[in-house]
């Protein structure tokens, strides 16, 4: 994989003889093609790099990695082609992502077009997306607007949710241990200042006031804070058992970190992105147990925990525990979308938001544009990050709490 602007072609010496084959006998599918472009821009360097190096930039070359060991992208005919690649380095900037996409779209002339990492990218991006008429799979998005957006930009698909899915789950979650006499009912609660932490928040306040719960704290932060101390004292000092964060990777860990040295020990800690990264549970350790945040998975999914290892052996890394395996996913569908109708982006659309395909999460169908089974509210549990909420859907775990104290 190249970094930053680039090509990549990768075909192996079985695929090239294969594509002589099918190029010898007409196989190829139509303009006598060698290959399908594929272009991408993704966060490798800046603030958002971590998120992107986690979650989106190891799922594509995983993907781009079975596609290539299964001979190519196959077409309706069975022909197969190999892939080339063009991707750039978005330096963490949206001004930098829409020149991307329109430089793909309008210069290199890919034949489809991956999303960005993150919620603010994936909005800057999709008109352009919609302007050219490629499919745009965002799946690091969370929006309450996804139905709004399916409206106005019909060939967009939005994988992870909205605000009002998580906060109405983190809500309910609250709401039963208060029930249950483990918390008391009020929440302290910090948001990053960027399109995530706005949206969450945005669905947080209605959510837990209509839960029956109290803010009594709620504050945000702008992008690039690394000093949470007195945001954190604040929080203890309000008298919430509950402190809810909905912050992006670099102020995950920093604000883990600054909890244990303050000895901020709320009954139930929930954090934003990054909690869900292997390296949170690895580098926490046993002081990780408890810890909630978006997603989590069900560890008796077979197919889930195959693709992990198949990750850890390409990457080096196991992926993360929320929007890893719905990034590969939503990839395996344009796939097999491809193989269904061909390369035209308006049938793979159609086929995209019609169709059902057989993924690593099992049977996947969007339901207008969205995919709506998600796991809200995961917990660190015995070394793995479960979904506990919904509560009732199958491969659910409970949660366990209150949390026990960083000593």
């Known amino acids: 994989m190249t970094t930053g602007k680039g090509r990549l072609r990768l075909p192996t010496l079985a695929m090239l003889a294969a594509a002589a084959g099918l190029a010898a006998t007409g196989a190829f599918a139509q303009d006598q093609r060698t290959s399908v472009k594929i272009g991408y821009a993704v966060s490798m360097t800046g603030p958002n790099a971590g998120g992107a190096g986690m979650t989106t930039i190891p799922n594509y070359k995983l993907w781009l990695s079975d596609v290539a060991a299964n001979g190519g992208l196959e077409l309706p005919d069975g022909s197969k082609l190999p892939v080339e690649v063009i991707e750039y380095d978005d330096r963490s900037s949206a001004e930098e992502v829409v020149r991307a996409v329109e430089r793909l779209a309008g210069q290199d002339k890919v034949d489809f077009i991956?999303?960005?990492?993150?919620?603010?990218?994936?909005?800057?991006?999709?008109?352009?997306?919609?302007r050219y008429g490629y499919p745009q799979l965002a799946v690091s998005s969370v929006t309450d607007k996804a139905p709004e957006f399916v409206k106005r930009w019909s060939k967009s698909f939005w994988f992870l949710g909205g605000g009002r899915d998580y906060a109405g789950a983190l809500a309910k979650l609250v709401a039963d241990q208060v029930e249950q006499g483990a918390v008391n009912s009020k929440v302290a609660m910090i948001s990053v200042a960027d399109g995530f932490?706005?949206?969450?928040?945005?669905?947080?306040?209605?959510?837990?006031?209509?839960?029956?719960?109290?803010?009594?704290?709620?504050?945000?932060?702008?992008?690039?804070?690394?000093?949470?101390?007195?945001?954190?004292?604040?929080?203890?000092?309000?008298?919430?058992?509950?402190?809810?964060?909905?912050?992006?990777?670099?102020?995950t860990f920093a604000m883990t970190q600054q909890a244990q040295i303050a000895s901020f020990n709320p009954k139930i800690l929930y954090l934003g992105?990054?909690?869900?990264?292997?390296?949170?549970?690895?580098?926490?350790?046993?002081?990780?147990?408890?810890?909630?945040?978006?997603g989590g998975i069900d560890i008796t999914n077979e197919r889930?925990?195959?693709?992990?290892?198949?990750?850890?052996?390409?990457?080096g890394e196991y992926p993360d525990l929320w929007g890893s395996v719905i990034t590969y996913a939503s990839l395996q569908m344009l796939q097999e979308a491809i193989k269904r109708v061909g390369l035209d982006r308006d049938a793979v659309a159609r086929e995209l938001s019609t169709g059902t395909f057989d993924t690593v999460l099992g049977e996947t169908r969007?339901?207008?544009?969205?995919?709506?089974?998600?796991?809200?509210?995961?917990?660190?549990?015995?070394?793995?990050?479960?979904?506990?909420?919904?509560?009732?859907?199958?491969?659910a775990s409970k949660p366990v709490l209150p949390k026990k104290p960083w000593n």
């Open 114 to 130: 991956l999303p960005p990492w993150g919620t603010g990218f994936n909005l800057a991006a999709a008109p352009l997306f919609d």
């Open 273 to 294: 992105v990054g909690a869900g990264f292997p390296t949170f549970g690895r580098n926490l350790g046993d002081k990780a147990e408890g810890v909630m945040t978006l």
């Open 304 to 315: 889930n925990m195959a693709y992990r290892e198949r990750h850890k052996e390409l990457n």
């Open 197 to 251: 932490g706005i949206d969450l928040v945005t669905a947080a306040r209605p959510a837990f006031k209509d839960a029956g719960l109290e803010v009594a704290y709620d504050r945000t932060y702008p992008v690039g804070t690394q000093d949470f101390t007195a945001l954190l004292n604040e929080a203890a000092a309000s008298g919430a058992d509950t402190f809810v964060a909905f912050s992006y990777p670099p102020d």
């Open 366 to 395: 969007l339901e207008d544009n969205q995919l709506r089974q998600l796991w809200l509210v995961g917990q660190w549990q015995n070394g793995h990050l479960v979904g506990v909420e919904p509560a009732d859907r199958p491969g």
